[in-house]
């Protein structure tokens, strides 16, 4: 299967368009911090001409300890990312864990994304397909970049061809994980478009014992290298105050890094594609 390009919100997603960006904090915290990461997020796409979608998570599930902070639930975090959609025009996107949340995401949401541990999840990934949103679906840290022909093929079952693969690393030994970049055109190879998670493949997962650690500082040298080897767009967990973040502290960007950041890999991706 091949797809064709598509639209979430007002950005064109291709084998061969511009270069794109997923963005905003791992899990959303106030109104407030929400709002702050998305007008920042809203000046410097329109500084460096690079499209963002906006992305926050309700619930966190895959959290390291029991009293990890887990997000406002869905109904609250619905109505946060709704609220940031009127006032900057991005599109949207979140997790699902379970395939209930679906529907009652996918109503308000324009691109459903599938934790990578959940990439195997058939009731999932097929719930997701069948809203008729776009879908992300991360490689999974224990799966080959071949085996997620599998979780396109249940996606696409639904007659749903709106969709992304997202690489962020595969665990090598404990609480590490390394980057294959070839897993980048593998991917594609399967018809998608392929978006490199340049944040959390810096986690140490469960590094901290009841956290993850993390390189934050070594995000763009990841991300340069992923749009070199023919990434279509990147992922990118940033904060206002990333010392402070609720979750992925140790990994997470700051604020102040990306516009640096897409502007260097906007210019990687131009020569590349040209």
């Known amino acids: 299967m091949k797809t064709k390009a598509f639209e979430i919100g007002n950005i064109e997603i291709g084998l ?34 690079v499209p963002v979608m906006f992305k926050g998570s309700f619930d966190k599930a895959n959290r390291s300890s029991i009293s990890s902070f887990r997000g406002p639930g869905i109904d609250k975090g619905l109505d946060i990312l709704n609220s940031i959609r009127e006032k900057t025009g991005f599109a949207i ?6 395939p209930s949340q679906a529907t009652k995401a ?24 069948e809203t008729g949103k776009a879908v992300n679906i991360k490689k999974g840290q224990f799966v080959s970049p071949a085996e997620m022909k ?3 093929e249940k996606v696409a079952s639904t007659g749903n061809k709106k969709i992304m693969l997202t690489e962020r690393g595969t665990f090598f030994g404990y609480n590490r994980l390394v980057n294959d970049m070839t897993a ?13 998670d340049a944040t959390h493949s810096t986690q140490q997962p469960g590094g901290l014992g009841n956290a993850s650690a993390g390189r934050r500082e070594m995000a763009p040298i990841l991300a340069r290298s992923a749009v070199a ?20 502290t140790a990994c997470i960007m700051p604020i102040d890094w990306v516009s640096d950041v897409l502007a260097t890999c906007k210019a990687i991706h131009e020569i590349v594609r040209g």
């Open 229 to 248: 080897a023919g990434a279509n767009g990147l992922f990118l967990e940033v904060h206002t105050d990333p010392d402070n973040a609720k979750c992925d």
């Open 184 to 196: 980048i055109t593998a991917m594609k190879d399967l018809g998608c478009p392929v978006v490199f």
């Open 16 to 49: 061969d368009g511009d270069m794109f960006v997923i963005a905003g904090p791992c899990v959303l915290e106030d109104e407030k911090v929400c709002m702050d990461i998305a007008n920042r997020l809203l000046e410097i796409s329109q500084a460096t001409d």
């Open 93 to 98: 996107v979140t997790d699902v864990h379970e």
């Open 150 to 152: 599998n979780a396109v």
């Open 106 to 129: 996918g109503a308000v949401v324009d691109c459903l994304q599938i934790p990578a541990f959940l990439c195997r999840q058939t009731d999932l990934l097929v719930a997701c397909g």
